[in-house]
C-alpha cells in the first residue's frame, strides 16, 4: 500500500491548491483525479476574474495550475476514488487501481453538471446533447445548436460556441438573466445569439441523434421548436457522490466544514465546491485549498 502525508482527491483548482500548499510545507502529498486536472474551470472558454491573469482560457489556467504543482514534485495518478476510510490515526483511500495510507486527507471532489431531467437526456448524451461547449463545441461547426440555461456559464457558452456555429439559440425558463452584467451585455450585442425566454423544455428530437428540442412556453403555454443539432445544458451543479460515508456531515450533498476547511473527523478535510458555502469560484476553491493545507501541515505530526 502507498504511503503518504496526505491524500488529496480531486485535481480542479481547490485541490491543486491543497496540493501546492501542502508540499511547500514539507509534507509528501498524492492528488488523485479521476478524470482530468482542472476540473470544471477547464471547461470555461474565457476566464476574466483569477486574481493575475486578465483574460485566460480554463485550459491554459489549468494547464499552468498543474505544470506548477508537478513542478513542485507533487505526485499525482489518474485514478477514482471509491471510498475514504478510518483505520486507527489513519486514512485508507480506495481508488478503483489501488489503495493509499494517509495521515490527513482532503476531499476537494467539486460538483457535477446537473441534468435536467427530459426523457432521453442520458441516451442522447454525445449524440448531440452536451455539457461542456469547450469540449464539444467544436464538432457543430456551421451548424445551428441551442443553450439551455441563464447564468454566467450558459451565456459564456452561448458566446464561445458563435465561433464556430451558425446560430445559437439561447434558451431560457425565466424572464431574466441570472449572470454578470459583462456578459449579458456581450450576449445582446452578438447577432448570432438568439434569445428566447420563458420556455421549459418538453423534448429531445431526433431518432438516434439529436434533430431538434421542443419547448413550451410557460405563460401562454404555445409550443416552439428549434431544428438543432446540438444542445448544451447549463443549469448549474449538482455535489458529487459521497466517497467518505458517515465520516462527514453533508447538508444537501455538501460536506460540512469549520473555518480551517476541517470536516468532523479529525484529519479529514473539505475544500472548494464540493463543501457547503454560496459562492462557488476559481478564488475561493484556490482559497480553501490554502487553508487546509497550512492547518493540517501545521497539525500533522
Ligand atoms: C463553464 C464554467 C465556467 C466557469 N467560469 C468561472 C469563472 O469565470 N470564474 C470563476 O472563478 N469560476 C468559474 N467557474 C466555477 C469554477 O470552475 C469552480 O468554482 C471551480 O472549478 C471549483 O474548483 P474545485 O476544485 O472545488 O472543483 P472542480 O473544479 O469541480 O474539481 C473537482 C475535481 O475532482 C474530481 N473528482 C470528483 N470526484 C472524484 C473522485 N471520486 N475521485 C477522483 N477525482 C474526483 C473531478 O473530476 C474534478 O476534476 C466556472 C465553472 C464552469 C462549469
Partial sequence: MKQYDVVIIGGGPAGMSAALNTKRMGKSVIILEKEAFGGQIATSPRVENIPGFKEISGVDFSGIFFEQITELGVDFDLE????????????????????????????????????IGVAREEELVGKGISYCAVCDGAFFKGEDVAVIGDANTALQYALNLTNYCNKVYLCMLFDRFFADSILIDRVLHNDKIVITKEIALQEFLGDKELTGLRFKNTKTGEEV???????????????????????????????????????????????????????????????DGLIAAVHVSNNLK
Fill in 80 to 115: 477514482n476514488v471509491l471510498e475514504v476510510k478510518k483505520d486507527g490515526d489513519l486514512f485508507i483511500v480506495k481508488t478503483d487501481y489501488n489503495e493509499y495510507q494517509a495521515k490527513a486527507v482532503i476531499i476537494a471532489q467539486g460538483c457535477q453538471h446537473r441534468h
Fill in 225 to 287: 421548436t428549434f431544428d438543432v443539432k446540438g444542445v448544451f445544458i447549463a443549469i448549474g451543479q449538482v455535489p458529487n457522490p459521497n466517497i467518505c460515508g458517515d465520516l462527514v456531515d453533508l447538508e444537501k450533498g455538501y460536506i460540512l466544514v469549520n473555518e480551517n476547511m476541517e470536516t468532523k473527523t479529525k484529519g479529514l478535510y473539505a475544500v472548494g465546491d464540493c463543501t457547503k458555502k454560496n459562492y462557488r469560484q476559481v478564488a475561493t476553491a484556490v482559497n
